[in-house]
């Protein structure tokens, strides 16, 4: 069974977005350390899994973008968690994640590549029971599973119990409220620290596995 990895990045004081959906911290706190540490785990991974609005934001920045990552998320098969049985690229449901990704780091000027576009809009729709939904991708054969977010379906998979290993990369900024992570935890859950990685701009990356 291949494992199931959550990557999220983390306010100190346990947000994924403002209340609005905000992430412009995330790309105030970053630096090219850490956008390096992401892509390498990105190449590594065997499928994208994601909710519908941050499969949206992603399938309206990353055909164009020319940034390093790109290559990553669009060449990696991905699968989108939501209650529609079909995708629409063209229903505008963007977030401010998606406003705040472009005046970070503006798309290239060329259009995107076919290649690129139909490997969004042909990514693998899961409708179900997400339980069980995860549950059958887990039991495929391949590299593993990283889940990207947004909040919703993070703290869907956090209340679940299927992820096999957190990546948290914690930026040095306290929100003071927005959408949180573990609000939907059941109970508290032990983790075991794998591995830090700290980065010049004082974000560090946490990578922890829960205590079976």
Do not use: C
């Amino acid at each position: 069974m291949r494992p199931l990895i959550l990557k999220m990045s983390i306010s100190l004081d346990g947000f994924v977005a403002g209340p609005n959906g905000e992430l412009d911290w995330l790309f105030r706190t970053s630096d090219e350390g850490g956008r390096r540490w992401v892509e390498e785990m990105l190449w590594q991974a065997g499928l994208h899994a994601m909710g519908s609005r941050t499969y949206a934001d992603m399938a309206s920045f990353w055909p164009t973008s020319d940034m390093p990552m790109a290559a990553p998320m669009n060449e990696i098969p991905k699968v989108v968690f939501t209650r529609q049985k079909s995708l629409d690229l063209g229903a505008g449901r963007t977030t401010a994640a998606l406003r705040d990704a472009q005046s970070a780091e503006p798309a290239a000027a060329a259009p995107a590549h076919a290649a690129n576009l139909k490997s969004w809009t042909e990514a693998e729709v899961a409708s179900g029971d997400l339980v069980t939904e995860m549950t059958r991708l887990k039991q495929q054969p391949g590299k593993f599973i990283l889940a990207h977010g947004g909040a919703q379906f993070a703290q869907s998979l956090v209340a679940s119990g299927l992820i096999d290993e957190y990546r948290l990369v914690v930026h040095p900024v306290i929100l003071g409220k927005g959408l949180p992570l573990f609000s939907q935890l059941p109970k508290p859950l032990d983790l075991e620290l794998q591995a830090i990685t700290v980065f010049r701009s004082g974000t560090a990356a946490h990578i922890y596995r829960p205590v079976r």
